[in-house]
């Protein structure tokens, strides 16, 4: 039973326009969420976080948007380049036992961006 | 700055033989994680290290796994005998601390088992 989702494991997008990359979870217990990019042949990045006190962080191009009450996260791209052409993992970590616990990742969404 | 460091890249075994996979974490790094990623399951963590004792393998399917790290800058994962659904992409990660700290991913270790 899968804890993280991410529902699309494509997005087609065209350069200039944004990307919307979605993201839910079950477990109302996590509190902080973060974004990973991999490139083929390459391990995944890290490309933003954010925290549960918090409904929105932005990093240049990239937002993401928290949810708590719909269990929901979104990762906006504005505008798309051809070079953000990857696959996103959406992931989540709760706290608990006096630690940050382990990173529950989503299966991720291979997102192609189009000149 | 080297990154964290996996070897071998690509591995073709076939059914029964052991495989170890290697893995060099960023140099300072006390949390070292083992992931594995599949079509089915996504990127799920196998198992992690603090300061080389291993925490929590929860993650880890079978018997016919296991992991070592004998000093901070090496780790290995075992599998044996291997089996054709151990097919994966084996990824190491190591990070500063726990929680919200980064995790930086080596490159993978692609493993086919025929």
């Known amino acids: 039973d899968q804890q993280v989702k991410q529902n699309s494991p494509s997005l087609s997008v065209q350069e200039g326009r944004i990307s919307i990359l979605n993201c839910d979870y079950t477990?109302?217990?996590?509190?902080?969420f973060l974004w990973y990019k991999k490139y083929p042949a390459e391990g995944p990045t890290f490309l933003i976080s954010?925290?549960?006190?918090?409904d929105k962080n932005e990093d240049g191009r990239f937002t993401v948007f928290l949810n708590k009450s719909a269990k929901h996260l979104s990762l906006h791209i504005v505008p798309s380049q051809p070079g953000d052409s990857a696959v996103y993992f959406c992931a989540a970590s709760e706290w608990y036992g006096g630690s940050q616990g382990n990173l529950i990742f989503g299966k991720g969404t291979k997102l192609s961006v189009k000149p | 700055d080297a990154g964290v460091i996996q070897s071998p890249r690509h591995e073709v075994t076939e059914m029964g033989q052991e495989v170890t996979l290697r893995c060099k974490p960023i140099s300072g790094h006390d949390y070292l994680f083992w992931y594995r990623q599949t079509m089915m399951r996504g990127l799920e963590l196998l198992i992690y290290f603090n300061n080389n004792v291993p925490i929590d393998d929860s993650g880890m399917p079978e018997d016919r796994f296991s992991a070592k790290m004998p000093n901070a800058s090496f780790s290995t994962l075992k599998i044996q005998p291997s089996e054709p659904r151990d097919s994966a992409v084996y990824f190491c990660a190591s990070s500063l601390g726990r929680g919200t700290d980064t995790q930086y991913f080596g490159p993978g270790t692609r493993l086919t088992v025929l």
């Open positions: 954010i925290s549960s006190i918090k």
């Open positions: 477990n109302s217990m996590f509190d902080y």
